[in-house]
């Protein structure tokens, strides 16, 4: 079989750096160091049926929900990894109560939020699912990288920040100081999407040899479109402007194209990459369901800031439906749940008019 040559991640990610003349190559190294984590739990998801790795661990989480065997599998994966990578100062994941510390002496000038796997409840029915990471520049003072120490360093002098642990502070930035995010997601076939500010870029691994290749250039969301994405089981714990919303999106308009049609995969991964390439507005908003979760199910730092950034990249737009924009919310703790509405541009902008009362 012929095989076009192929643009690998690793020679795009080489080409986003020389756009950056000043860069030292770490967010190069930190991305490259993240792939090699999503292949080894790509390559354990397409054997979970197989290698006795599904169904749950037996544990909870900080979320109150119970962990899958392969929930603990890509946690362990990635932080284990990403310890000694050397690029990064500290960590926060779903399945972590507090934030997880590099290996010492491995700090770097990064921090990473992840959601190891998203759709946990779909593992045991092979529905897609997902990982979710979020960079940020660490916030405090970078320091010099290690250049070994001077002789003219007193020991308070040679401490740069290169050396210092990370915080939960450094982790509790507003989206729009990402530096890059993305998710990898395990369906039909594996696919790598991110960005770092210079558009969307979508990946597609080969398994036969190992490689993600550039199958998906310069990924745009279309300006409006005819697909929701909502879990309607929830319909009678929305307050009233949501339920206005999803009820006009299902009137009979042909020529305003309504009804639009309903997808909903309860993988949050696969239904915003189904409507990051078709189009679409997803909704997880606030229900009154749970006294313990008032702003609705999903969490900013690894799940609502990184899919937020990769759809403003796209064309789109991600709020809460309360007036914020996702990419504005100053985090106050790591594992903060805020309501989603994502999605084409057109979409969301309507729904937040009904969600305000102006529709
Ligand atoms: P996770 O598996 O990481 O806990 O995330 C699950 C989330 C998200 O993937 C999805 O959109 C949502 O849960 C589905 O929730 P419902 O089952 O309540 O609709
Ligand atoms: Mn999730
Ligand atoms: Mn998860």
Not at 100 to 106: D, H, L, R
Not at 125 to 141: A, E, M, Q, W
Not at 197 to 203: D, K
Not at 274 to 293: E, M, Q, T, V, W
Request: glycine residues 10%; charged residues 25%.
């Amino acid at each position: 079989m012929h095989r076009p040559l192929g643009i690998t991640v690793s020679r795009h990610i080489m080409d986003l750096q020389r756009l950056h003349p000043g860069a030292t190559g770490e967010l190069s190294g930190l991305l490259s160091e993240l792939i090699v984590a999503a292949k080894t739990i790509s390559a354990e998801v397409n054997m979970a049926g197989l290698a006795d790795i599904l169904g749950m661990s037996g544990k909870t989480n900080i979320q109150g929900e119970e962990v899958q065997k392969l929930d603990e599998f890509a946690n362990n994966t990635i932080k284990n990894r990403m310890a000694r990578c050397g690029y990064i100062c500290v960590m926060t994941s779903e399945e972590e109560d507090d934030i997880i510390p590099v290996a010492e002496g491995y700090e770097g000038k990064y921090t990473l939020a992840f959601d190891p796997l998203d759709g946990s409840s779909n593992i045991d029915f092979n529905v897609s699912i997902g990982t979710i990471f979020s960079i940020h520049l660490r916030k405090s003072d970078l320091g010099e990288p290690p250049v070994g120490r001077r002789s003219t360093d007193t020991e308070e002098d040679w401490q740069p920040a290169y050396g210092k642990p990370g915080s939960a502070e450094d982790l509790l930035q507003k989206g729009n100081k990402q530096v890059a995010a993305g998710y990898i997601i395990y369906g039909s076939s594996t696919m790598l999407v991110f960005t770092t500010g210079e558009g969307v870029q979508g990946f597609t691994l080969d398994p036969s040899v190992g490689e993600f290749f550039l199958s998906h250039p310069d990924m745009r969301i279309p300006e409006k479109s005819r697909y929701f994405s909502v879990n309607e089981g929830n319909y009678s714990y929305w307050d009233e402007n949501m339920c206005r919303y999803i009820d006009y999106l299902k009137e009979q308009d042909e020529a305003g194209g309504r009804p639009y049609s309903s997808r909903y995969i309860g993988s949050l991964v696969s239904d915003f990459h189904r409507n990051l390439i078709a189009g679409g507005i997803f909704l997880y908003p606030k229900d009154n369901k749970n006294p313990a979760k008032p702003s609705g199910k999903l969490r900013l730092l690894y799940e609502a800031v990184p899919l937020a950034f990769i759809v403003e990249q796209a064309g789109g737009r991600a709020v809460t439906g309360d007036g914020r924009n996702i990419m504005e919310i100053e985090p106050q703790e790591l594992h903060q749940r805020v309501p989603l509405i994502i999605g084409c541009r057109h979409d969301v902008d309507e729904a937040e008019d009904f969600l305000n009362g102006k529709k």
